[in-house]
Protein backbone atom coordinates (compact mmCIF):
# COMPACT_ATOMS: atom_id res chain seq x y z
CA UNK A 1 0.00 0.00 0.00
CA UNK A 2 1.37 3.31 -1.40
CA UNK A 3 0.39 6.84 0.16
CA UNK A 4 0.91 10.17 -1.42
CA UNK A 5 -0.06 13.38 -0.02
CA UNK A 6 0.01 16.00 -1.86
CA UNK A 7 0.11 18.98 1.07
CA UNK A 8 1.73 22.31 1.84
CA UNK A 9 3.38 20.85 5.29
CA UNK A 10 5.35 17.82 3.82
CA UNK A 11 6.96 17.36 7.17
CA UNK A 12 3.33 17.70 9.07
CA UNK A 13 2.72 13.96 7.67
CA UNK A 14 6.49 12.17 7.34
CA UNK A 15 6.90 13.08 11.03
CA UNK A 16 3.67 11.64 12.04
CA UNK A 17 3.72 8.91 10.17
CA UNK A 18 7.08 7.55 11.51
CA UNK A 19 5.38 6.70 14.80
CA UNK A 20 3.58 3.88 16.56
CA UNK A 21 1.98 1.12 13.81
CA UNK A 22 1.91 2.99 10.81
CA UNK A 23 5.66 3.87 11.48
CA UNK A 24 6.36 0.14 12.17
CA UNK A 25 4.86 -0.44 8.78
CA UNK A 26 6.71 1.68 7.17
CA UNK A 27 9.57 0.39 8.64
CA UNK A 28 8.76 -3.19 7.67
CA UNK A 29 7.66 -1.80 4.21
CA UNK A 30 4.02 -3.16 4.41
CA UNK A 31 3.60 0.28 3.42
CA UNK A 32 4.77 3.85 2.07
CA UNK A 33 3.87 7.17 2.06
CA UNK A 34 5.28 10.24 0.43
CA UNK A 35 4.39 13.59 1.15
CA UNK A 36 4.51 15.98 -1.76
CA UNK A 37 4.64 19.61 -1.18
CA UNK A 38 2.35 21.25 -3.74
CA UNK A 39 4.71 24.62 -3.39
CA UNK A 40 7.25 22.63 -5.15
CA UNK A 41 5.15 23.19 -8.68
CA UNK A 42 4.60 26.81 -7.89
CA UNK A 43 5.32 28.74 -11.37
CA UNK A 44 6.36 31.66 -9.34
CA UNK A 45 9.97 32.30 -7.60
CA UNK A 46 8.14 32.49 -3.62
CA UNK A 47 6.24 29.40 -3.93
CA UNK A 48 2.43 31.13 -4.15
CA UNK A 49 -0.01 28.75 -4.88
CA UNK A 50 -3.07 30.47 -4.31
CA UNK A 51 -4.63 33.75 -5.28
CA UNK A 52 -7.82 35.95 -4.59
CA UNK A 53 -10.92 34.44 -5.50
CA UNK A 54 -13.15 35.23 -8.53
CA UNK A 55 -16.21 36.96 -7.70
CA UNK A 56 -15.02 38.23 -4.38
CA UNK A 57 -15.08 37.25 -0.71
CA UNK A 58 -13.04 36.44 2.11
CA UNK A 59 -9.90 34.53 2.35
CA UNK A 60 -7.83 32.75 -0.76
CA UNK A 61 -8.42 29.91 -2.93
CA UNK A 62 -5.42 27.12 -4.05
CA UNK A 63 -4.75 27.17 -7.74
CA UNK A 64 -5.53 24.30 -9.58
CA UNK A 65 -2.17 24.16 -11.80
CA UNK A 66 0.21 23.14 -8.97
CA UNK A 67 -2.15 20.25 -7.84
CA UNK A 68 -2.89 19.06 -11.53
CA UNK A 69 0.99 19.39 -11.92
CA UNK A 70 1.94 17.19 -8.89
CA UNK A 71 -1.22 14.98 -9.56
CA UNK A 72 0.32 14.18 -13.42
CA UNK A 73 3.96 13.25 -12.08
CA UNK A 74 2.16 10.95 -9.57
CA UNK A 75 0.39 9.43 -12.63
CA UNK A 76 3.40 9.10 -14.98
CA UNK A 77 5.69 7.36 -11.84
CA UNK A 78 2.92 4.86 -11.15
CA UNK A 79 1.39 4.40 -14.99
CA UNK A 80 -2.26 5.22 -14.24
CA UNK A 81 -4.73 7.16 -12.61
CA UNK A 82 -4.98 6.10 -8.77
CA UNK A 83 -7.88 6.85 -6.66
CA UNK A 84 -7.69 10.20 -5.07
CA UNK A 85 -9.27 11.65 -2.23
CA UNK A 86 -9.79 14.95 -1.15
CA UNK A 87 -10.51 15.82 2.62
CA UNK A 88 -12.77 18.29 2.91
CA UNK A 89 -15.66 19.22 5.41
CA UNK A 90 -17.95 18.87 2.17
CA UNK A 91 -17.16 15.68 1.42
CA UNK A 92 -18.68 12.12 2.69
CA UNK A 93 -18.81 11.18 6.66
CA UNK A 94 -16.03 8.72 6.74
CA UNK A 95 -16.60 5.13 7.88
CA UNK A 96 -15.11 2.32 8.28
CA UNK A 97 -16.63 0.95 5.50
CA UNK A 98 -14.42 3.48 3.51
CA UNK A 99 -11.43 2.44 5.29
CA UNK A 100 -12.19 -1.42 3.98
CA UNK A 101 -13.05 -0.27 0.49
CA UNK A 102 -9.62 2.16 0.54
CA UNK A 103 -7.31 -0.81 1.53
CA UNK A 104 -8.16 -3.04 -0.94
CA UNK A 105 -6.37 -0.51 -3.52
CA UNK A 106 -2.74 -0.73 -3.80
CA UNK A 107 -2.02 3.12 -4.54
CA UNK A 108 -4.32 6.26 -2.49
CA UNK A 109 -3.32 9.81 -3.68
CA UNK A 110 -4.59 12.60 -0.71
CA UNK A 111 -5.05 15.78 -1.68
CA UNK A 112 -4.97 18.56 1.37
CA UNK A 113 -6.78 21.63 1.35
CA UNK A 114 -6.09 25.06 2.77
CA UNK A 115 -7.31 28.38 2.95
CA UNK A 116 -10.70 29.18 1.76
CA UNK A 117 -10.97 25.42 -0.66
CA UNK A 118 -9.35 24.47 -3.90
CA UNK A 119 -10.15 25.74 -7.27
CA UNK A 120 -12.99 23.21 -7.98
CA UNK A 121 -11.58 22.39 -11.80
CA UNK A 122 -8.92 20.70 -10.07
CA UNK A 123 -11.19 18.67 -8.29
CA UNK A 124 -13.29 17.76 -11.34
CA UNK A 125 -10.63 16.63 -13.02
CA UNK A 126 -8.57 14.34 -10.65
CA UNK A 127 -10.76 13.64 -7.17
CA UNK A 128 -12.61 10.14 -7.04
CA UNK A 129 -13.66 10.31 -3.70
CA UNK A 130 -14.47 13.65 -1.40
CA UNK A 131 -13.97 12.68 2.54
CA UNK A 132 -15.14 14.53 5.84
CA UNK A 133 -13.46 13.04 8.87
CA UNK A 134 -16.70 15.02 10.98
CA UNK A 135 -19.28 17.92 10.74
CA UNK A 136 -16.80 20.70 11.65
CA UNK A 137 -13.96 22.52 10.23
CA UNK A 138 -9.85 22.42 10.73
CA UNK A 139 -7.49 24.58 9.09
CA UNK A 140 -6.16 22.17 6.54
CA UNK A 141 -6.40 18.78 5.60
CA UNK A 142 -3.21 16.90 6.71
CA UNK A 143 -4.69 15.74 9.97
CA UNK A 144 -7.59 14.31 8.40
CA UNK A 145 -4.97 12.43 6.05
CA UNK A 146 -3.24 11.06 8.84
CA UNK A 147 -6.54 9.74 10.09
CA UNK A 148 -7.39 7.78 7.18
CA UNK A 149 -3.64 6.91 6.87
CA UNK A 150 -3.48 4.99 9.69
CA UNK A 151 -7.25 3.43 9.43
CA UNK A 152 -6.09 1.89 6.26
CA UNK A 153 -2.35 1.22 7.34
CA UNK A 154 -4.05 -1.35 9.97
CA UNK A 155 -6.13 -3.08 7.81
CA UNK A 156 -2.85 -3.68 5.32
CA UNK A 157 -2.39 -7.70 5.98
CA UNK A 158 0.76 -7.93 8.31
CA UNK A 159 0.58 -4.79 9.73
CA UNK A 160 -0.81 -5.62 13.22
CA UNK A 161 0.84 -8.23 15.58
CA UNK A 162 -2.63 -9.63 15.74
CA UNK A 163 -4.36 -9.74 13.04
CA UNK A 164 -7.78 -10.78 14.50
CA UNK A 165 -7.34 -7.49 16.32
CA UNK A 166 -8.87 -5.50 12.65
CA UNK A 167 -11.79 -7.88 12.40
CA UNK A 168 -13.35 -8.19 16.35
CA UNK A 169 -13.08 -4.18 17.28
CA UNK A 170 -15.76 -1.33 16.41
CA UNK A 171 -17.56 -0.96 13.75
CA UNK A 172 -16.52 -4.19 12.05
CA UNK A 173 -19.52 -5.57 12.30
CA UNK A 174 -21.70 -3.14 12.73
CA UNK A 175 -21.52 -2.81 16.44
CA UNK A 176 -19.27 -1.08 19.46
CA UNK A 177 -16.84 -3.13 20.63
CA UNK A 178 -17.60 -4.70 23.84
CA UNK A 179 -15.38 -3.41 26.93
CA UNK A 180 -11.91 -4.56 27.67
CA UNK A 181 -10.07 -5.75 30.95
CA UNK A 182 -6.73 -6.66 31.77
CA UNK A 183 -4.27 -7.28 35.23
CA UNK A 184 -4.80 -6.29 38.03
CA UNK A 185 -8.22 -8.50 38.53
CA UNK A 186 -9.35 -5.46 40.96
CA UNK A 187 -8.59 -1.45 40.19
CA UNK A 188 -10.13 0.53 43.07
CA UNK A 189 -12.40 -2.03 44.87
CA UNK A 190 -14.10 -2.97 40.55
CA UNK A 191 -13.26 -6.49 39.88
CA UNK A 192 -12.97 -8.19 36.43
CA UNK A 193 -16.51 -9.81 35.11
CA UNK A 194 -16.86 -13.10 36.90
CA UNK A 195 -17.55 -14.67 33.59
CA UNK A 196 -14.30 -13.51 31.88
CA UNK A 197 -11.68 -15.34 34.42
CA UNK A 198 -13.76 -18.62 33.79
CA UNK A 199 -12.38 -20.07 30.84
CA UNK A 200 -15.36 -21.31 28.89
CA UNK A 201 -15.20 -19.40 25.83
CA UNK A 202 -18.74 -20.22 24.47
CA UNK A 203 -20.13 -18.55 27.68
CA UNK A 204 -17.13 -15.68 27.80
CA UNK A 205 -18.40 -14.98 23.65
CA UNK A 206 -21.86 -14.57 24.45
CA UNK A 207 -21.02 -12.32 27.41
CA UNK A 208 -19.00 -10.16 24.71
CA UNK A 209 -22.01 -10.18 22.18
CA UNK A 210 -24.44 -9.16 25.02
CA UNK A 211 -22.16 -6.10 25.93
CA UNK A 212 -21.06 -5.18 22.39
CA UNK A 213 -24.88 -4.83 21.66
CA UNK A 214 -25.96 -3.05 25.02
CA UNK A 215 -23.13 -0.08 24.87
CA UNK A 216 -24.81 -0.20 21.07
CA UNK A 217 -27.92 0.95 22.20
CA UNK A 218 -26.84 2.60 25.03
CA UNK A 219 -24.09 4.61 22.86
CA UNK A 220 -25.13 4.49 19.22
CA UNK A 221 -28.52 3.08 18.60
CA UNK A 222 -28.06 4.39 14.67
CA UNK A 223 -25.97 1.56 14.45
CA UNK A 224 -28.65 -1.58 15.23
CA UNK A 225 -30.62 -0.39 12.38
CA UNK A 226 -28.30 -1.59 9.76
CA UNK A 227 -26.23 -4.13 12.26
CA UNK A 228 -26.52 -7.95 11.45
CA UNK A 229 -28.49 -9.31 13.92
CA UNK A 230 -29.84 -12.67 15.09
CA UNK A 231 -33.34 -13.35 16.53
CA UNK A 232 -31.14 -13.96 19.77
CA UNK A 233 -29.56 -10.39 19.64
CA UNK A 234 -32.99 -8.95 19.15
CA UNK A 235 -34.40 -10.33 22.22
CA UNK A 236 -31.53 -9.12 24.18
CA UNK A 237 -31.94 -5.91 22.82
CA UNK A 238 -35.82 -6.05 23.76
CA UNK A 239 -34.68 -7.15 27.53
CA UNK A 240 -32.58 -3.91 27.48
CA UNK A 241 -35.19 -1.71 26.65
CA UNK A 242 -37.57 -3.16 29.25
CA UNK A 243 -35.32 -2.70 31.79
Given at each position: ????????????????????????????????????????????????I????????????????????????????????????????Q???????????????????????????V???????IV????????????G???????????????????????????????????????????????????????????????????????????????????????????????????????
Amino acid sequence: MNFYVLTLFPEMIQEAVMTSITGRAITDEKISVKAINIRDYADNDYGQIDDYPYGGGAGMVMQAPPIYDAYQDIVKELGYKPRVIYMTPQGKTYEQSDAKSFAEEKDIVILCGHYEGVDERVLEEIVTDNISIGDYVLTGGELPALVVIDSITRLVPGVLNNDDSAVTESFEDGLLEHPQYTRPAEFNGKEVPEILLSGNHAKIDEYRRQESLKRTYERRPDMLESADLSEKDREFIDSIKSD
